[in-house]
């Protein structure tokens, strides 16, 4: 089956130098406290930055083989890397682009160009690790970059990539000067996972509207293979947090930290008293200032809680040579002494405030303790102190004040939700969370502790790796299509040894790329070349069998020795003859639909109507990609009830909506040009929606291909538009 390869900026372990000897701790942390688990109980192999700077080649070696009792392996980066790309650009361009704080976000091209350097690095790391049936691990914002780098070196290997930061809406992510790359980087997965789906919804639309890409369901389909979106959000140990709580509950006061002692000295010091914890690293995402500003109007509006209730506000540091942290925390102190001194007394402090980390044990005194949660950032990945706090209320009698920008408020909908920019709202859910009868509190929890326990963090890594186990098979399948060297070989072999060849080619998108504007599609030399070529090939018929107006393929191909089909079969040209119309109605129906069609040009900028004998196309390739795709189903709604009783069909195409006299199709085209033909080869290649009807209707015996991913009828498909022009090479060496 294959190792697993687990990939991030941190080491669930990091070395620390004490002296002249090196020591392994565990990191801090939810993606490294989460996963460790995991990644200790199977077959796997960690690779990240070490959080240590060896001096020379011995303190390497030290590192390495302390590293490998852990199952780890180090990337060594040096001071300067390590302040650009993690300093930089992960930290003051992604991090807060990517958590909508656009006024802090740094573009600077050092940055950029020591992250795209470490990212080199982990996928050099990765592949020089990587053994035949290995599956990759990717985590996290720091090396957005990797997937497709190992894509590009390494394209056997199973990649997996996970988000554990909110991905931004269109709007924020193409303020970055490296969009294109930043997206392209993640393509290189085969699954995407994030927490939730807002942030899948983002990342989708991005790919659509930066890259062109089209997307099916959670699909998104590349020129040579498909990349699958999922949503998997992050659990934790839950079992660890739920065993140490109940140890917790059951120590003496004796037994109990001095921390522990210290809280129950205030809750019994007055009946009812209730504490409200508050958890955080000091980031400006996690909206402290705006906390404390609406515990303030809770102690305004509701004053007969004061002497009653206490916020244990602890808020580790981070980053504090950066100096918005700095400024965080000058304003974080001021809040807090204002509140105290308004309305502490001698035995009672407003906000027990704590600028430090504490032991584990610790935290969980203060989650069994705590009677509410008050988490609310201004924007968070998933927050995994909310799932903390409920695996430890093991007595089931707390309760949860959660923001809804956190991504674990799409799971906890029990709790008491939040925006956290609306201090009243705030006040008022911290007064409902402190009054609220035990009977329903406990009703709460349970369901939220049900729901946790059930999808912690081992759910969560197995779930997801089951999903790219799942990816890698639809990929093996999707790839058995794809004409190999040995098929190639077959059917050039096939061609070269019948008497009678026939071969069907679509024009647009099939040997000739698309164009924003369908007339700026001219044929270049090299196409008008090949086709010259291959009519000359003896026993050799060549039909070009287009969705085009008659009048453009006679001004592109009118003087060319190959027959011509055009408006999907209404037009026929055999070679050195007229057009013959195969199509006897009249238009008189496009007089209804061409000012409908006007009203959606004029609503959908960047749209255009093309019109034909018997046929109109509303093309929205140059149109905004969602507002087109939005427009389209409109249109097609629309149309479908003016159309009944008449002999019109739609034709949903790619980027654009054809309607168009029915019972003309390339399948009775292509019928009707064979008979009466004794062709022993027949092959057909096409890349949109009408050709399907061709394909159905060629004989079994004939070689079908789809031109691009999308599912079709065909039993085999190339890339692109320059595949087919190789292959028709082929067929005349």
């Not at 780890?72 to 980066?77: A, D, K, M």
């Not at 650009?89 to 976000?105: D, G, I, K, Q, V």
């Not at 809280?263 to 690293?281: C, T």
């Not at 960047?606 to 004998?613: A, P, Q, R, V």
Request: charged share 30%.
């Amino acid at each position: 089956m294959g190792r697993l390869i687990i990939a991030s900026n941190r080491l669930p372990v990091k070395i620390e130098k004490n002296g002249e000897e090196m020591l392994i701790t565990p990191s801090a942390g939810g993606l490294a406290t989460g996963l460790k688990s995991y990644h200790k109980g199977s077959d796997s192999v960690w690779i990240g930055w070490p959080g240590v700077i060896p001096q020379n080649k011995e303190e390497e070696k030290t590192v390495t083989k302390l590293l490998k009792t852990e199952q780890c392996l180090p990337v060594f980066l040096s001071e300067d890397l390590i302040s650009k790309y993690y300093g930089g650009f992960s930290n003051a361009t992604l991090w807060p682009l990517f958590h909508y704080f656009t006024e802090f976000t740094k573009f600077k091209a050092r940055y950029w160009e020591a992250y795209l350097q470490v990212n080199e690095m982990f996928a050099e790391a990765i592949i020089e690790n990587a053994q035949k049936n290995d599956k990759v691990w990717v985590h996290d914002y720091q090396l957005l970059l990797v997937p497709n780098i190992l894509r590009q070196r390494r394209p056997d290997l199973k990649i997996g990539f996970f988000l554990h930061i909110p991905f931004p809406s269109y709007e924020i992510i193409r303020t970055l000067p490296k969009r294109q790359d930043i997206i392209s980087g993640l393509l290189g997965a085969d699954l995407i996972g994030f927490h939730t789906y807002d942030y899948a919804r983002h990342f989708i639309s991005s790919v659509k509207r930066l890259l062109g890409y089209d997307v099916e369901f959670n699909q998104i389909k590349l020129e040579n293979r498909q990349v699958f979106i999922d949503v998997f959000p992050m659990g934790i140990d839950y079992k660890k947090f739920e065993n140490l709580a109940n140890e917790v509950q059951s120590k003496s006061i004796q037994e109990r930290s001095k921390v522990h002692q210290d809280i129950d000295r205030f809750l019994m010091s007055i009946p009812d008293r209730k504490l409200i914890l508050s958890i955080d690293r000091l980031d400006y995402t996690k909206g402290i200032p705006h906390r404390l500003k609406s515990y303030r109007r809770f102690l305004k509006t509701h004053p007969e809680f004061l002497e009653k209730v206490s916020l244990i506000m602890l808020t580790v540091p981070s980053r504090t040579d950066v100096e918005q942290y700095q400024n965080l925390k000058n304003e974080v102190d001021i809040l807090v002494g204002n509140i105290n001194g308004e309305f502490g007394t001698l035995n009672w402090t407003p906000v027990i405030y704590f600028y430090r980390s504490m032991p584990f044990e610790n935290l969980i005194e203060l989650y069994s303790s705590a009677d509410v949660a008050l988490l609310t950032p201004l924007r968070d990945g998933m927050n995994l102190v909310a799932k903390e706090y409920i695996a430890a209320k093991v007595n089931q009698k707390g309760m949860l004040v959660l923001s809804e920008m956190a991504g674990a408020a799409k799971e906890l909908g029990e709790a008491i939700s939040v925006n956290p920019n609306d201090y009243a709202d705030t006040a008022e859910a911290i007064y409902e969370a402190l009054t609220m009868p035990d009977e329903d509190r406990i009703k709460r929890m349970r369901a939220m502790q049900r729901r946790i326990k059930r999808y912690d963090i081992h759910k969560w890594a197995s779930e997801f790796m089951k999903a790219l186990d799942s990816t890698i098979a639809k990929q093996s399948d999707f790839q058995a299509r794809k004409i190999s060297a040995s098929l190639r070989k077959k059917i050039l072999s096939e061609f070269r040894g019948a008497k009678s060849k026939v071969l069907f080619l679509d024009y647009d998108g099939t040997i000739q790329r698309y164009f924003d504007k369908p007339q700026a599609a001219i044929p270049d030399n090299e196409l008008y070349k090949l086709l010259d070529q291959i009519v000359l090939l003896e026993n050799t018929s060549l039909v070009l069998i287009s969705g085009r107006d008659r009048h453009t393929l006679e001004a592109w191909f009118g003087d060319k020795n190959f027959d011509l089909i055009a408006e999907h079969g209404a037009w026929v040209r055999q070679t050195g003859e007229k057009w013959e119309d195969k199509k006897t109605v009249d238009s008189d129906w496009k007089e209804k639909i061409h000012p409908i069609l006007e009203s959606f040009v004029d609503s959908t900028p960047g749209s255009l109507i093309e019109e034909k004998d018997y046929s109109l196309v509303w093309h929205y390739r140059k149109a905004d990609i969602e507002l087109g795709v939005l427009r389209a189903l409109e249109l097609t709604d629309t149309l479908s009830n003016l159309i009944l009783n008449q002999e019109v069909e739609i034709i949903e195409g790619k980027k654009l909506i054809e309607i168009k006299a029915s019972g003309i199709n390339k399948g009775t085209a292509a019928v009707d040009f064979l008979d009466g033909k004794s062709a022993d080869f027949i092959l057909a290649f096409g890349d949109g929606t009408t050709d399907e009807l061709m394909f159905k209707a060629l004989p079994k015996d004939s070689y079908a291909v789809k031109v691009g991913s999308e599912n079709s009828t065909a039993d085999y498909y190339v890339s692109n538009y320059k595949e087919v022009r190789n292959f028709l090479k082929e067929l005349l060496k």
